[in-house]
């Protein structure tokens, strides 16, 4: 199976401020078949980027992806208030699919 | 506008069984791949079983193999879940997931239903 790792644990920033989550793969993801989802408390997961780098429909503009073969990162470029939760990133490349154990992103 | 809307949740005691279902709308059902996809309170996602549009190909998690069945309805667009010979270890909430494309291999959630809640205990 891949393991996906994903960095740091918890993100404290202030509102404004730049976020860079990383995920990284045990193995190579085929097709960069990666995405990225955000998770609010009491909510169901929300899809926000595809294929490594799309972002869903409805996704504002700052939340962007990148990354290819084992590395892969989710940039906020500037927090809002909503942004604070959890993002987990999930690989499609290979079955099983797996997911990251989550990055917290909390308000400093 | 997708909408998934899981039932079914409840507290069964070790080694019972429940039927979680999957009410889906606004979407053309019979030709999605549907899955489902655990949390164990605190915990992350953990995918856990996944059927086609055509209910030819089915695929579980190694585990839930042989104690968890997929099922779905085309013509009244449900989904379900039989779990039997529940462990302490299966509560979590679970969530019905339309994958977007199963065939191209795009096996992301594109829409998610707001959660069952499963507690096992005695």
């Known amino acids: 199976d891949i393991v996906l790792t994903q960095s740091p644990g918890t993100l404290s920033l202030f509102p404004g401020a730049a976020a860079t989550l990383s995920c990284r793969a045990s193995?190579?993801?085929?097709?960069?078949?990666l995405a990225w989802y955000q998770q609010k408390p009491g909510q169901a997961p929300r899809l926000l980027i595809y294929g490594a780098s799309n972002r869903a429909t409805g996704i504002p503009d700052r939340f962007s992806g990148s990354g290819s073969g084992t590395d892969f990162t989710l940039t906020i470029s500037s927090l809002e208030s909503e942004d604070f939760g959890l993002y987990y990133c999930?690989?499609?490349?290979?079955?099983?699919?797996?997911f990251g154990q989550g990055t917290k992103v909390d308000t400093k | 506008e997708a909408q998934l809307v899981e039932s079914g949740g409840g507290l069964v005691k070790p080694g019972g069984s429940l039927r979680l279902a999957c009410a889906a709308s606004g979407f053309s059902f019979g030709t999605y791949s549907m899955n489902w996809v655990r949390q164990a309170p605190g915990k992350g996602l953990e995918w856990i079983s996944s059927v086609a549009g055509g209910t030819s190909y089915i695929y579980y998690a190694d585990s839930v193999k042989g104690r968890f069945t997929i099922s779905r309805d085309n013509s009244k667009n449900f989904l379900y879940l039989q779990m039997n010979s529940l462990r302490v270890d299966d509560t979590a909430v679970y969530y019905c997931a339309r994958a977007y494309d199963f065939w191209s291999g795009q096996v992301y959630f594109d829409h998610w239903g707001q959660g069952a809640v499963v507690t096992v205990s005695s």
């Open positions: 193995q190579s993801i085929n097709n960069g078949f």
């Open positions: 999930q690989q499609y490349g290979r079955s099983p699919w797996t």
